[in-house]
């Protein structure tokens, strides 16, 4: 398997807090059958994205690991105005692997009106934008219509692997059955941190894939469409998108009669 989402790089955001640990996530990874890891650390007002050092972290990590597991370098896109206008001049500088293909977190307080001529942009700059974690983030749940309108722009979603095995709670894990029913998932990454919480492990989620969905999809989801990123190409795995509302009304035959309660 291949993650294309993880912040196994020490000293740089949230996520690994020293070289031992990111050594230790690797091992979980390779015990787990992943081969490949794009890491991504943020690149936000709280984490600035230095490559130069990113690199550095990168090469020290795989020394110490050496063949056995492979890492590259991409970043967790924040659309804010000070990053869009560096990737504008060295757009390699953020993407995965330094293809075409780049990670985008939305924030989870405000998604700008103006947020699908910025991702018109980057595909004009020639990148496919990859939309991070969609079943996490409360403002996009509530507004599954302006994700459907960036996947028919062009937009690919990754979801997070412990979302679909209800590690991140039951609205996060109703919402990835949601997108995975409606062919709204493209990939399936850790988006890890670190060894307990947020560990790097994707077996659980290929093998709940492969129960529900059958080995094809898993594959696709783990395996192919992450390989394709890696080296550039097109995705080979992008299945015809349903529409969220009859997913809903499916999963939740009684929503409409579940009463309302406001708090003041």
């Given at each position: 398997?291949i993650?294309?989402h993880?912040?196994?790089?020490?000293?740089?955001?949230?996520?690994?807090?020293s070289m031992?640990?990111a050594?230790q996530?690797?091992?979980?990874a390779?015990?787990?059958?992943?081969?490949?890891?794009?890491?991504t650390?943020?690149?936000?007002?709280?984490?600035?994205?230095d490559?130069?050092?990113?690199?550095?972290?990168?090469?020290?990590?795989?020394?110490?690991?050496?063949?056995?597991?492979?890492?590259?370098?991409?970043?967790?896109?924040h659309?804010?105005?000070?990053?869009?206008?560096?990737?504008r001049?060295?757009?390699?500088?953020?993407t995965l692997n330094?293809?075409?293909?780049?990670?985008?977190e939305?924030?989870?307080?405000?998604i700008?009106?103006?947020?699908?001529?910025?991702?018109?942009?980057?595909?004009?700059?020639?990148?496919?934008?990859?939309?991070?974690?969609?079943?996490?983030?409360?403002?996009?749940?509530?507004?599954?219509?302006?994700?459907w309108?960036?996947?028919?722009?062009?937009?690919?979603?990754?979801v997070?692997?412990q979302?679909?095995?209800?590690?991140?709670?039951?609205?996060?894990?109703?919402?990835?059955?949601?997108l995975l029913?409606?062919?709204?998932?493209?990939?399936v990454?850790?988006?890890?941190?670190?060894?307990?919480?947020?560990?790097?492990?994707?077996?659980?989620?290929?093998?709940?894939?492969?129960e529900?969905?059958?080995?094809e999809?898993?594959?696709?989801?783990?395996?192919?469409?992450?390989?394709?990123?890696?080296?550039?190409?097109r995705?080979?795995?992008?299945?015809e998108?349903?529409?969220?509302?009859?997913?809903?009304?499916?999963m939740?035959?009684t929503?409409?009669t579940?009463?309302?309660f406001w708090?003041?």
């Open positions: 398997m993650d294309i993880c912040h196994i790089l020490p000293g740089l955001d949230d996520g690994a807090a031992e640990v050594v996530m690797a091992e979980m390779i015990a787990d059958g992943v081969t490949h890891v794009i890491a650390p943020h690149a936000n007002s709280i984490y600035p994205f490559a130069p050092i990113v690199r550095l972290r990168k090469d020290e990590l795989q020394t110490r690991l050496g063949t056995r597991l492979t890492i590259s370098t991409g970043c967790d896109f659309l804010n105005f000070e990053n869009l206008a560096r990737l001049r060295e757009p390699k500088m953020f330094q293809t075409s293909y780049l990670l985008v939305f924030d989870d307080f405000a700008p009106h103006s947020v699908e001529q910025t991702l018109h942009d980057l595909q004009l700059l020639g990148l496919t934008p990859i939309v991070t974690h969609p079943e996490r983030n409360s403002l996009i749940r509530s507004q599954w219509d302006r994700l309108n960036w996947m028919r722009q062009g937009c690919l979603v990754q997070t692997a979302s679909l095995t209800g590690n991140f709670g039951k609205r996060a894990q109703e919402a990835a059955e949601l029913d409606a062919n709204a998932i493209h990939f990454a850790s988006d890890a941190h670190d060894l307990a919480n947020r560990p790097l492990q994707l077996k659980p989620a290929f093998e709940l894939l492969t529900q969905k059958g080995e999809v898993a594959r696709a989801l783990l395996v192919e469409n992450p390989q394709a990123v890696c080296q550039g190409s995705v080979p795995h992008i299945p998108l349903l529409d969220w509302k009859s997913i809903q009304s499916e939740e035959p929503a409409r579940k009463k309302k708090f003041f």
